[in-house]
Nanobody, 124 residues
Framework: QVQLVETGGGLVQAGGSLRLSCAASGRIFNSYTMGWFRQAPGKEREFVAAIRWTVGSTAYADSVKGRFTISRDNAKNTLYLQMNSLKHEDTAVYYC?????????????????WGQGTQVTVSS
């Protein structure tokens, strides 16, 4: 089993920055892919970014490319999402997710483990 706990959400003005963290515990293997998703009110949960845990290769949604950076600290079993130049439309609950595969996918149903989410609110 894998347990994921997100922290770092909050209220920020447009143009500001936030860094989300996801502490992972349990069985994190080198063959895992970790991702961030978000869900705004009344909308579907959507892919934000993903990273292969060991190799470090990444993928991003077009809407966040160039503004968000996903990274991980293998020693701390922690995933990060650095969010810069935040926009009002980035307001959502952000979720950390994990899947036991090295293939990066953007479909939420392909991820097996989820955190409880952390709220990010960007004021315009």
């Amino acid at each position: 089993q894998v347990q994921l706990v997100e922290t770092g959400g909050g209220l920020v003005q447009a143009g500001g920055s936030l860094r989300l963290s996801c502490a992972a515990s349990g069985r994190i293997f080198n063959s895992y892919t970790m991702g961030w998703f978000r869900q705004a009110p009344g909308k579907e949960r959507e892919f934000v970014a993903a990273i292969r845990w060991t190799v470090g290769s990444t993928a991003y949604a077009d809407s966040v490319k160039g503004r968000f950076t996903i990274s991980r600290d293998n020693a701390k079993n922690t995933l990060y999402l650095q969010m810069n130049s935040l926009k009002h439309e980035d307001t959502a609950v952000y979720y950390c997710a994990a899947r036991p595969s090295l293939v990066i996918v953007t479909t939420k149903n392909e991820y097996n483990y989820w955190g409880q989410g952390t709220q990010v609110t960007v004021s315009s």
